[in-house]
C-alpha cells in the first residue's frame, strides 16, 4: 500500500497522473530530447486510472515520424510495448497530440516509464 502511495505520488508530481481536461501553465522542458528536437507541445500520458489499480509500472519505448513541414506527429507506434495495452495506448494516445518545430528531425524514439 505504501508503494502504490509513494508511486502515485511520483507520478503526480511528474504529471503523469493529472486529468486529461488539466490546464495549467507551459511545462519546463524536462525530457533531453524535447529542446534536441525542437519540441513546442509534448504533454506526458495520463496514467489510466485502470493501470493505477493494477499498480502498473513498466517502461517502453514510442516510435515517433513527425511530418517536417507542419511539425506535426503523422505517425507513432511502440518500437517496444509495455506490455499493457492500457499504457501501449495511453502512450501512443500523448504522442499522437505532440507538435515540433517544422524542419526539425523526422523520426526518432523515445524511452519511458510509468
Known amino acids: 500500500m505504501l508503494r502504490a502511495c509513494i508511486l502515485v505520488a511520483f507520478l503526480a508530481i511528474c504529471g503523469f497522473a493529472s486529468a486529461e481536461g488539466d490546464v495549467g501553465p507551459p511545462r ?5 530530447w524535447e529542446s ?19 499498480h502498473l509500472t513498466v517502461t517502453g519505448v514510442v516510435a515517433v515520424d513527425v511530418d517536417t513541414t507542419t511539425g506535426l506527429v503523422s505517425a507513432a507506434s511502440m518500437k517496444k510495448s509495455t506490455g499493457s495495452t492500457i499504457l501501449d495506448e495511453a502512450s501512443l494516445g500523448a504522442t499522437k497530440t505532440w507538435r515540433f518545430r517544422p524542419g526539425g528531425a523526422s523520426h526518432f524514439e523515445v524511452p519511458g516509464s510509468v
Do not use: C, D, F, T
Not at 534536441?36 to 493494477?54: D, E, F, I, N, T
Open 28 to 32: 519546463e522542458i524536462h525530457w533531453p
Open 36 to 54: 534536441r528536437y525542437h519540441a513546442l507541445s509534448m504533454s506526458p500520458p495520463v496514467y489510466p486510472y485502470a493501470a493505477r489499480k493494477q
